[in-house]
């Protein structure tokens, strides 16, 4: 049902089910459906409505999801027995660029664990190896995460 003025013609009627959207007026046949589109507010390019009616790069250059995440993490290996140190006088042999070298590095990297404090949730997508000289003492890994930040928007 259409609960406004009879003389009030609107450009657009949800239906109860605010899953399909139809055009009213303006030369649009009312019994085809269409997208809602509404213009970024940064930049104003048509985008599907968000919570921030921001498109993803506006949202992406003014949101960091990457606070609270380390970016560098310190491994000791053992020189004698090519060891790495888990915790608390644990030590595991690994090889470079292996499974289990990946999970110890992530492991220690903080922010990427759930805590109670934190309210968003960040979500590790993808995780691989950058390439370094192999007489380098450093692994970089590069890590693909997702976090929520606004209510519904994630990044």
């Known amino acids: 049902k259409n609960f406004l003025c009879e003389n009030f013609k609107p450009l657009f009627l949800f239906k ?3 899953e399909s959207v139809q055009a009213i007026g303006r030369g649009v046949d009312p ?5 809602v589109q509404v213009l970024c507010c940064v930049c104003g390019i048509p985008i599907a409505p ?3 009616n921001t498109c993803a790069t506006c949202l992406a250059s003014t949101a960091d999801i ?3 995440i380390s970016t560098e993490v310190t491994l000791h290996q053992c020189r004698s ?5 888990k915790e608390a006088g644990k030590w595991m042999a690994c090889e ?7 999970a110890l590095c992530l492991s220690n990297v903080s922010g990427l664990k759930p805590s109670k404090n934190s309210g968003h949730k960040v979500r590790l997508v993808d995780a691989s190896w950058i390439w370094t000289e192999p007489h380098s ?3 970089k890994v590069r890590l ?3 976090r929520e930040v606004d209510m519904g928007t994630i990044l």
């Open 66 to 68: 990457t606070k609270g």
């Open 50 to 52: 968000n919570a921030a």
């Open 16 to 18: 109860k089910d605010m």
């Open 96 to 102: 470079l660029e292996s499974r289990e070298l990946m």
């Open 144 to 146: 693909t995460i997702q």
């Open 31 to 35: 019994n085809a459906s269409a997208f």
């Open 137 to 139: 003492m450093r692994l």
């Open 81 to 85: 027995c090519q060891r790495w140190h």
